[in-house]
């Protein structure tokens, strides 16, 4: 199975700064068909997990402009230009190219300082 | 949309069938899994089902266990579950999965129902 790393675990931030999430694989999530899909998703503290970006830069209807994917191969990173109070929650990335199983990262607990 | 039900509180050993009502999408053209939560625990891809339920799929620790079935003239995704044990307990959610023309998954989640496997 493909292992997901993220990293930090923990992120305290400033309301209004920025926040980055760094998610690697354990082999290149580059599938057959030519994409790579790797997504990125959001649970509030007692909610079920939101789609943020999928495909490693595509947003979802409704997600802020704030948010923002890039990476390719086995390096990926989640960024929120600037944080706000609502982004509080815990981050997951999840790679869908060699399923099954599908598998998600470990989740990176986001807080405001 | 979707919506779980069939959570609860069961002893070890014991079953537990869960089911996830879709609306507001071709129900058919999709796959649908199940991903779970234990308590405080990251997400855990449980079991998953093409749209025709030709193709099911399990996590190792479900196999033999657990069985997932739909019913795309009731847009229903059922996980029945068997020989349960305490490992198990989670909040389980079901989720809309890959389509015919790509594999982009999980745009849309139920609410979770909570399975407790006690002794």
């Known amino acids: 199975d493909v292992v997901m790393t993220q990293s930090p675990l923990s992120l305290p931030v400033t309301l209004g700064q920025p926040a980055s999430i760094s998610c690697r694989s354990s082999q290149s999530l580059v599938h057959n068909d030519g994409n790579t899909y790797l997504s990125w998703f959001h649970q509030r503290p007692g909610q079920s997990p939101r789609r943020l970006i999928y495909?490693?830069?595509n947003r979802d209807s409704g997600v802020p402009d704030r948010f923002s994917g890039s990476g390719s191969g086995t390096d990926f990173t989640l960024r929120i230009s600037r944080v706000e109070a609502e982004d509080i929650g815990v981050y997951y990335c999840?790679?869908?190219?060699?399923?099954?199983?599908?598998?998600f990262g470990q989740g990176t607990k986001l807080e405001i300082k | 949309q979707l919506l779980e039900s069939g959570g609860g509180l069961v002893q070890t050993g014991g079953s537990l069938r869960l089911s996830c009502a879709a609306s507001?999408?071709?129900?058919?053209?999709?796959?649908m899994s199940w991903v779970r939560q234990a308590p405080g625990k990251g997400l855990e891809w449980v079991s998953g089902?093409?749209?025709?339920?030709?193709?099911?799929f399990y996590t190792d620790s479900v196999k033999g266990r657990f069985t997932i079935s739909r019913d795309n003239s009731k847009n229903t995704v059922y996980l029945q579950m068997d020989s349960l044990r305490g490992e198990d307990t989670a909040v389980y959610y079901c989720?809309?999965?890959?389509?015919?023309?790509?594999?982009?998954?999980?745009?849309?989640w139920g609410q979770g129902t909570t399975v407790t496997v006690s002794s």
């Open positions: 999840m790679q869908g190219t060699h399923w099954p199983p599908c598998t």
């Open positions: 989720a809309k999965d890959y389509s015919l023309w790509n594999y982009d998954a999980f745009d849309i």
């Open positions: 507001g999408f071709s129900f058919n053209l999709y796959a």
């Open positions: 495909r490693v830069s």
């Open positions: 089902i093409s749209g025709s339920s030709k193709n099911t």
